[in-house]
């Protein structure tokens, strides 16, 4: 069994930073992509940043040079540093892995519960 955990939500004010984390622990032979995604109330989930394996990244338009993804292979973790916050940011942030449990097995999309992220004007 495949879990994602995610950290480091909250309240900050605009313009103001935060950094979330998640941590895959399990079965685990194999990380395709780690990333972020986000929903507001209201709205359909959306994709914020993913990492691949390789090291090479994607952002959505409106966190370009605002929101960094970072991974370490060796834990199983990916960030998501946020600098320059607005209030439209504000949502709640999905981790999201492509996971390949077992050499016998293909690869599956897993999620974590979530954090909520809250950007004050």
């Known amino acids: 069994q495949v879990q994602l955990v995610e950290s480091g939500g909250g309240l900050v004010q605009a313009g103001g930073s935060l950094r979330l984390s998640c941590a895959a622990s399990?079965?685990?032979?194999?990380?395709?992509?780690m990333g972020w995604y986000r929903q507001a109330p209201g709205k359909q989930r959306e994709l914020v940043a993913t990492?691949?394996?390789?090291?090479?990244?994607n952002y959505r338009d409106s966190v370009k040079g605002r929101f960094t993804i970072s991974g370490d292979n060796a834990k199983n973790m990916v960030y998501l540093q946020m600098n320059s916050l607005k209030p439209e940011d504000t949502a709640v942030y999905y981790c999201?892995?492509?996971?390949?449990?077992?050499?016998?097995?293909?690869?599956?999309?897993?999620w974590g519960q979530g954090t909520q992220v809250t950007v004050s004007s």
């Open positions: 999201n892995a492509i996971i390949r449990p077992s050499s016998d097995y293909g690869q599956y999309d897993y």
């Open positions: 399990g079965t685990i032979f194999s990380i395709n992509r």
């Open positions: 990492i691949i394996s390789g090291g090479s990244t």
